[in-house]
């Protein structure tokens, strides 16, 4: 039996506003495709990769890939879907009868510590069949709906956005990050049950835990690390570099702590 490391890079990273999609930008000189690539084959507990690309773009992803020394694992590349989404359920479509475990992780979060991948694999491993890893949220979180009506001129401000419709107890948040492990078996119906739901693009889910919670069924939470913070606009980049020279967090032997 098998674990399969799905490590979506299909986005175009338009928050982060460069030239190339947000999974060839560089830090430190290398992709951010292949910095993640590298922690997950380094975690000595995947056996082989499906990334999925920008369409049309595969050969390029392949290339960056099969250049570079530590991806140490076979690579497969499949063209992304127009969600996160649809680009997991192209890569799933690819696993074979032998992943019993599938990993899904973004190249958005290039630096997250071989140590996370493998706690998250031996959690699925003792039979949790959907794992996330989490880490407690710092800000107090509310949420919100559409504006009141605007008061009357020259009462109060003049552009109320959204009104606070409540306030989450903040001790039982966790703010979700990747890799998120799977039984196999239990993302596919997961995926089979969430695209037949979304129809629409704007409805696909945006983490692949929330497509097994919809089916009623168990995600247990494992230590996050801040390491895997996810790139999403330029300031993220900065503290990206920071990871990027930090030896402790790259892949270390199996079973070592980073
Ligand atoms: N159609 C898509 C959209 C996103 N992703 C991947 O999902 C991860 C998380 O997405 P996000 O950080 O939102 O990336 P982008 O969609 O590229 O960013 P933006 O929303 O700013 O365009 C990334 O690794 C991204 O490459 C994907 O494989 N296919
Ligand atoms: C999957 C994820 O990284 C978990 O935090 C996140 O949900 C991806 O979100 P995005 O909408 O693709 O930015």
């Given at each position: 039996?098998?674990?399969?490391?799905?490590?979506?890079?299909?986005?175009?990273?338009?928050?982060?506003?460069?030239?190339?999609p947000?999974a060839?930008?560089?830090?430190?000189?290398?992709?951010?495709?292949?910095h993640?690539?590298?922690?997950?084959?380094?975690?000595?507990?995947?056996?082989?990769?499906?990334?999925?690309?920008?369409?049309?773009?595969?050969g390029?992803v392949?290339?960056?890939l099969a250049?570079?020394?530590?991806v140490?694992?076979?690579?497969?590349?499949?063209?992304g879907?127009?969600?996160?989404?649809?680009?997991?359920?192209?890569?799933?479509?690819?696993?074979?009868?032998?992943?019993?475990?599938v990993?899904?992780?973004?190249?958005?979060?290039?630096?997250?510590?071989?140590a996370?991948v493998?706690?998250?694999?031996?959690?699925?491993?003792?039979g949790h069949?959907?794992?996330?890893?989490?880490?407690?949220?710092?800000?107090?979180?509310k949420?919100?709906?559409?504006?009141?009506p605007?008061?009357?001129?020259g009462?109060?401000?003049?552009?109320?956005?959204?009104?606070?419709?409540?306030t989450?107890?903040?001790?039982?948040?966790?703010?979700?990050?990747t890799?998120?492990?799977?039984?196999r078996?239990?993302?596919?119906?997961?995926?089979a049950e969430?695209?037949?739901?979304?129809?629409?693009?704007?409805l696909?889910?945006?983490?692949?835990?929330?497509?097994?919670?919809?089916?009623?069924?168990?995600?247990?939470v494992?230590?996050?690390?801040?390491?895997a913070?996810?790139i999403?606009?330029?300031r993220?980049?900065?503290?990206?570099?920071?990871?990027a020279?930090?030896a402790?967090?790259?892949?270390?032997?199996p079973?070592?702590?980073r």
């Amino acid at each position: 039996m098998t674990t399969l490391a799905i490590l979506t890079a299909a986005g175009s990273g338009t928050r982060l506003g460069r030239d190339v999609p947000k999974a060839l930008v560089e830090v430190d000189g290398l992709p951010l495709v292949v910095h993640a690539a590298r922690r997950l084959a380094g975690s000595g507990v995947v056996d082989a990769l499906v990334v999925t690309s920008p369409p049309g773009m595969a050969g390029l992803v392949a290339g960056v890939l099969a250049d570079d020394p530590l991806v140490g694992v076979p690579v497969r590349v499949v063209d992304g879907g127009a969600t996160r989404q649809a680009s997991v359920a192209a890569a799933l479509a690819v696993a074979g009868p032998d992943d019993d475990v599938v990993l899904v992780h973004d190249a958005a979060r290039p630096f997250a510590p071989a140590a996370l991948v493998r706690r998250v694999v031996a959690a699925v491993r003792a039979g949790h069949r959907a794992v996330v890893p989490g880490v407690p949220v710092v800000d107090t979180i509310k949420s919100v709906s559409a504006a009141l009506p605007a008061p009357a001129a020259g009462h109060g401000p003049a552009s109320a956005v959204e009104t606070v419709t409540g306030t989450p107890e903040r001790a039982v948040l966790r703010a979700v990050q990747t890799p998120q492990g799977f039984d196999r078996a239990l993302l596919a119906r997961a995926h089979a049950e969430g695209a037949a739901r979304a129809g629409a693009d704007h409805l696909a889910a945006t983490d692949d835990a929330g497509l097994v919670e919809a089916l009623g069924e168990p995600v247990v939470v494992v230590p996050g690390d801040e390491a895997a913070l996810k790139i999403t606009t330029e300031r993220d980049m900065h503290l990206a570099a920071l990871y990027a020279g930090d030896a402790h967090h790259a892949a270390v032997a199996p079973g070592g702590e980073r």
